[in-house]
């Protein structure tokens, strides 16, 4: 369905530690490319355990419901674009598994009683990223979203012509919304999104997904196989 490795997002960590960073990436919208070449699917034979997720107070758990994973609420984060207030709310829906591929929906809904009834927030007013990572923490494995051009971990003998590679794959990938500052979520207003990635690897029941860099992650979502179920 996708062609190349240059699509493909999967990304070892180095060590159970790279967990702990992942984590915290996933409330404060760190980076979480490693500058290592090759395929982007990062993972360890560590046999270090990953932290308790429940010791992060920002961290949600997802359990299933009726189209509603879990939902999280945050004071709105700021960026370098207009200073909103209010609070974001995340509602992870979906973590679907069929055909090679991996399907992550979600909806963000922004709400600002002193803002404009037709006011907006973008992604560069929020500081956020349009970025979908899913942790596999029993394999500490990361995978992010296939892209059409470029590549997350790029082999590529200078660090600059890496870094326009990681840029060109961002803003490729397949990710909806993904226009960073054009794009604005209307006030009181709910965006239905999603993200497509590689397929976890050995099939885990439960995986970590951070919807967009920068806010709160849910825990413990339960992946839905379209052949049947988990190893």
């Avoid at 270090?48 to 010791?55: R, V, Y």
């Avoid at 596999?136 to 892209?147: A, K, N, Q, V």
């Avoid at 497509?196 to 825990?219: C, I, Q, R, S």
Wanted: proline share 6%; hydrophobic share 35%.
């Amino acid at each position: 369905m996708f062609a190349r490795a240059r699509l493909a997002t999967a990304v070892r960590l180095p060590a159970a530690i790279a967990v702990t960073g992942v984590l915290a990436a996933g409330c404060t919208g760190g980076e979480q490319d490693d500058g290592q070449g090759g395929d982007a699917t990062q993972s360890t034979q560590s046999t270090g355990s990953a932290p308790a997720a429940d010791a992060d107070p920002a961290v949600g758990t997802a359990d299933a419901g009726d189209g509603e994973m879990a939902t999280r609420s945050t004071a709105t984060p700021h960026g370098s674009g207009d200073a909103w207030g209010g609070e974001v709310t995340t509602t992870l829906r979906s973590v679907e598994v069929a055909d090679g591929t991996m399907t992550v929906r979600w909806a963000l809904r922004w709400d600002d009683d002193e803002a404009p009834a037709d006011a907006g927030a973008s992604y560069y007013d929020m500081g956020l990223e349009p970025v979908t990572t899913v942790t596999d923490r029993e394999s500490l494995t990361l995978y992010r979203p296939f892209c059409t051009d470029g590549a997350w971990q790029p082999e590529t003998e200078r660090a600059s012509d890496a870094g326009l590679e990681q840029l060109r794959c961002r803003e490729s990938m397949l990710v909806s919304p993904l226009e960073k500052i054009q794009f604005a979520f209307p006030n009181h207003g709910t965006v239905e999104s999603w993200a497509v990635l590689p397929a976890p690897e050995g099939n885990p029941e439960k995986v970590d997904v951070a919807p967009v860099e920068g806010l709160p992650m849910f825990t413990d979502a339960t992946v839905t196989y379209a052949d049947g179920g988990a190893e």
